[in-house]
Protein backbone atom coordinates (compact mmCIF):
# COMPACT_ATOMS: atom_id res chain seq x y z
CA UNK A 1 0.00 0.00 0.00
CA UNK A 2 1.45 3.39 -1.02
CA UNK A 3 2.28 6.10 1.34
CA UNK A 4 2.14 8.66 -1.64
CA UNK A 5 0.78 9.17 -4.79
CA UNK A 6 1.81 11.49 -7.09
CA UNK A 7 0.40 13.19 -10.50
CA UNK A 8 0.90 13.53 -12.94
CA UNK A 9 3.12 10.54 -13.87
CA UNK A 10 4.83 12.46 -16.97
CA UNK A 11 4.71 16.09 -18.13
CA UNK A 12 5.23 17.83 -21.15
CA UNK A 13 5.87 21.78 -21.39
CA UNK A 14 7.11 24.20 -22.98
CA UNK A 15 10.15 26.21 -22.02
CA UNK A 16 8.98 29.30 -20.13
CA UNK A 17 5.74 27.71 -18.87
CA UNK A 18 4.32 27.19 -15.50
CA UNK A 19 4.21 23.49 -14.45
CA UNK A 20 2.21 22.40 -11.17
CA UNK A 21 3.09 18.67 -9.55
CA UNK A 22 1.21 17.02 -6.99
CA UNK A 23 1.28 15.04 -4.35
CA UNK A 24 -1.24 13.42 -2.53
CA UNK A 25 -0.34 11.47 1.46
CA UNK A 26 -2.08 8.31 2.01
CA UNK A 27 -1.88 8.48 5.46
CA UNK A 28 -1.51 11.47 7.97
CA UNK A 29 2.27 12.53 7.49
CA UNK A 30 3.59 15.97 9.00
CA UNK A 31 7.16 15.99 6.96
CA UNK A 32 6.98 16.54 3.32
CA UNK A 33 10.03 16.70 0.76
CA UNK A 34 10.83 17.25 -2.66
CA UNK A 35 13.56 15.86 -4.73
CA UNK A 36 14.73 15.64 -7.94
CA UNK A 37 16.56 13.19 -10.18
CA UNK A 38 18.16 14.54 -13.77
CA UNK A 39 18.87 11.22 -15.93
CA UNK A 40 21.40 9.65 -15.24
CA UNK A 41 22.25 11.70 -11.97
CA UNK A 42 21.59 11.21 -8.02
CA UNK A 43 18.74 12.04 -6.09
CA UNK A 44 18.69 15.72 -5.09
CA UNK A 45 16.97 17.25 -2.37
CA UNK A 46 14.85 20.08 -3.42
CA UNK A 47 12.46 21.10 -0.12
CA UNK A 48 11.02 19.97 3.37
CA UNK A 49 8.19 21.25 4.57
CA UNK A 50 6.59 21.10 7.76
CA UNK A 51 3.57 22.92 9.89
CA UNK A 52 2.77 24.29 6.75
CA UNK A 53 5.79 26.13 5.79
CA UNK A 54 9.23 25.61 4.41
CA UNK A 55 11.78 24.22 6.97
CA UNK A 56 14.98 23.81 4.83
CA UNK A 57 15.77 24.23 1.04
CA UNK A 58 19.23 23.74 -1.30
CA UNK A 59 20.47 26.28 -3.17
CA UNK A 60 18.59 24.76 -6.37
CA UNK A 61 15.25 25.50 -4.86
CA UNK A 62 15.42 29.27 -6.19
CA UNK A 63 12.53 31.77 -6.59
CA UNK A 64 11.58 29.80 -9.64
CA UNK A 65 9.98 27.43 -7.39
CA UNK A 66 7.00 27.16 -5.02
CA UNK A 67 5.38 25.02 -2.42
CA UNK A 68 2.45 24.60 -0.87
CA UNK A 69 -0.08 22.52 0.57
CA UNK A 70 -3.72 24.29 -0.01
CA UNK A 71 -6.34 22.55 1.00
CA UNK A 72 -4.15 20.24 4.29
CA UNK A 73 -3.83 17.51 1.70
CA UNK A 74 -2.32 17.61 -1.39
CA UNK A 75 1.12 18.74 -1.43
CA UNK A 76 2.08 21.27 -4.85
CA UNK A 77 5.44 21.72 -6.34
CA UNK A 78 4.96 25.00 -8.68
CA UNK A 79 8.03 25.81 -11.03
CA UNK A 80 7.17 29.42 -12.41
CA UNK A 81 9.03 29.30 -15.55
CA UNK A 82 10.39 26.24 -16.61
CA UNK A 83 13.72 25.83 -17.99
CA UNK A 84 15.54 23.21 -19.85
CA UNK A 85 17.50 21.82 -17.08
CA UNK A 86 14.64 21.41 -14.83
CA UNK A 87 13.97 18.62 -17.40
CA UNK A 88 14.16 15.46 -14.48
CA UNK A 89 11.80 13.50 -12.65
CA UNK A 90 10.71 14.98 -9.12
CA UNK A 91 9.76 12.87 -6.18
CA UNK A 92 7.79 13.59 -3.27
CA UNK A 93 8.48 12.26 -0.01
CA UNK A 94 6.56 11.96 3.06
CA UNK A 95 7.57 10.95 6.70
CA UNK A 96 6.00 10.84 10.25
CA UNK A 97 6.87 13.27 13.48
CA UNK A 98 9.25 10.75 14.85
CA UNK A 99 13.34 10.95 13.97
CA UNK A 100 12.80 7.13 13.68
CA UNK A 101 10.57 7.50 10.41
CA UNK A 102 11.45 6.12 7.34
CA UNK A 103 10.38 8.99 4.33
CA UNK A 104 8.67 7.29 1.86
CA UNK A 105 9.16 8.08 -1.81
CA UNK A 106 6.00 8.76 -4.40
CA UNK A 107 6.19 7.14 -7.99
CA UNK A 108 7.69 10.48 -9.58
CA UNK A 109 6.75 12.94 -11.97
CA UNK A 110 8.60 12.38 -14.92
CA UNK A 111 8.94 16.42 -16.53
CA UNK A 112 10.48 17.12 -19.76
CA UNK A 113 10.70 20.39 -21.21
CA UNK A 114 11.07 21.27 -24.62
CA UNK B 1 27.82 19.55 4.78
CA UNK B 2 26.61 16.32 4.42
CA UNK B 3 27.92 13.85 1.36
CA UNK B 4 27.68 10.11 0.34
CA UNK B 5 29.79 8.49 -1.97
CA UNK B 6 29.11 5.14 -3.80
CA UNK B 7 32.26 3.75 -5.41
CA UNK B 8 30.87 0.98 -7.92
CA UNK B 9 28.95 2.93 -10.41
CA UNK B 10 27.92 -0.67 -12.67
CA UNK B 11 28.06 -3.61 -11.26
CA UNK B 12 27.72 -6.64 -13.15
CA UNK B 13 27.30 -10.29 -10.97
CA UNK B 14 25.53 -13.51 -12.55
CA UNK B 15 22.94 -15.00 -10.39
CA UNK B 16 24.05 -16.68 -7.22
CA UNK B 17 27.23 -14.35 -6.80
CA UNK B 18 27.98 -12.52 -3.65
CA UNK B 19 27.12 -8.75 -3.77
CA UNK B 20 28.55 -6.30 -1.75
CA UNK B 21 28.16 -2.61 -2.65
CA UNK B 22 30.26 0.26 -0.76
CA UNK B 23 29.19 3.15 1.00
CA UNK B 24 30.86 6.09 2.70
CA UNK B 25 29.49 9.32 4.30
CA UNK B 26 30.65 12.38 5.38
CA UNK B 27 29.10 13.94 8.26
CA UNK B 28 29.97 16.02 11.76
CA UNK B 29 27.57 14.52 13.58
CA UNK B 30 25.50 11.65 14.55
CA UNK B 31 23.37 9.98 11.47
CA UNK B 32 20.90 7.86 10.40
CA UNK B 33 21.92 5.96 7.27
CA UNK B 34 19.99 3.89 4.39
CA UNK B 35 19.58 2.27 1.39
CA UNK B 36 16.72 2.63 -1.01
CA UNK B 37 16.35 0.94 -4.24
CA UNK B 38 14.87 1.67 -7.30
CA UNK B 39 13.87 -1.29 -9.68
CA UNK B 40 13.52 -0.22 -13.34
CA UNK B 41 10.40 2.10 -13.80
CA UNK B 42 9.45 2.22 -10.16
CA UNK B 43 9.78 4.62 -7.26
CA UNK B 44 12.99 4.44 -4.81
CA UNK B 45 12.04 1.61 -1.79
CA UNK B 46 13.63 1.52 1.29
CA UNK B 47 15.28 -1.80 1.66
CA UNK B 48 16.91 -1.10 5.34
CA UNK B 49 17.69 1.50 7.28
CA UNK B 50 20.18 2.12 10.36
CA UNK B 51 19.20 4.47 13.50
CA UNK B 52 21.30 3.13 16.55
CA UNK B 53 22.18 -0.32 17.71
CA UNK B 54 22.99 -3.80 16.58
CA UNK B 55 25.68 -2.26 13.39
CA UNK B 56 24.30 -5.07 11.20
CA UNK B 57 21.25 -4.41 9.67
CA UNK B 58 18.88 -6.84 7.71
CA UNK B 59 16.61 -5.58 5.06
CA UNK B 60 13.86 -6.73 3.26
CA UNK B 61 14.79 -9.37 -0.13
CA UNK B 62 17.66 -10.90 1.70
CA UNK B 63 20.07 -7.51 2.11
CA UNK B 64 21.47 -6.42 5.24
CA UNK B 65 24.10 -3.10 5.66
CA UNK B 66 27.03 -2.90 8.57
CA UNK B 67 27.43 0.35 9.80
CA UNK B 68 31.20 0.56 10.60
CA UNK B 69 31.50 4.25 12.49
CA UNK B 70 35.11 4.70 12.17
CA UNK B 71 35.20 3.83 8.77
CA UNK B 72 32.40 5.85 7.82
CA UNK B 73 30.96 3.17 5.97
CA UNK B 74 27.38 1.73 5.55
CA UNK B 75 27.75 -1.49 3.23
CA UNK B 76 25.21 -2.91 1.41
CA UNK B 77 25.53 -6.79 1.12
CA UNK B 78 23.60 -10.23 -0.19
CA UNK B 79 24.95 -13.26 -0.09
CA UNK B 80 23.43 -14.62 -3.08
CA UNK B 81 21.80 -12.03 -5.83
CA UNK B 82 18.96 -13.38 -8.16
CA UNK B 83 17.81 -11.94 -11.60
CA UNK B 84 15.03 -9.80 -10.03
CA UNK B 85 17.72 -7.98 -7.81
CA UNK B 86 18.89 -6.12 -10.78
CA UNK B 87 17.99 -2.64 -9.89
CA UNK B 88 19.82 0.73 -9.21
CA UNK B 89 20.88 0.76 -5.28
CA UNK B 90 21.33 4.18 -3.25
CA UNK B 91 23.04 5.08 -0.18
CA UNK B 92 21.52 7.87 1.96
CA UNK B 93 22.20 9.74 4.82
CA UNK B 94 20.71 12.15 7.18
CA UNK B 95 20.65 14.25 10.23
CA UNK B 96 19.95 12.26 13.96
CA UNK B 97 17.48 15.61 14.28
CA UNK B 98 16.29 18.61 12.33
CA UNK B 99 14.45 18.61 9.04
CA UNK B 100 16.64 15.59 7.80
CA UNK B 101 16.91 15.80 4.43
CA UNK B 102 18.16 12.74 3.13
CA UNK B 103 21.00 13.44 0.86
CA UNK B 104 21.80 10.75 -1.68
CA UNK B 105 25.14 8.97 -2.87
CA UNK B 106 25.54 8.71 -7.33
CA UNK B 107 24.01 5.48 -7.16
CA UNK B 108 24.86 1.97 -8.36
CA UNK B 109 23.32 0.12 -11.17
CA UNK B 110 23.17 -3.70 -10.46
CA UNK B 111 22.67 -5.69 -13.65
CA UNK B 112 21.67 -9.29 -12.71
CA UNK B 113 22.37 -12.05 -15.76
CA UNK B 114 20.95 -15.67 -15.38
Known amino acids: EPEVTQTPSHQVTQMGQEVILRCVPISNHLYFYWYRQILGQKVEFLVSFYNNEISEKSEIFDDQFSVERPDGSNFTLKIRSTKLEDSAMYFC????????????FGPGTRLTVL | AQSVSQHNHHVILSEAASLELGCNYS??????LFWYVQYPGQHLQLLLKYFSGDPLVKGIKGFEAEFIKSKFSFNLRKPSVQWSDTAEYFCAVNAETGFQKLVFGTGTRLLVSP
Open chain 2, 27 to 32: YGGTVN
Open chain 1, 93 to 104: AVKGDSSTDTQY
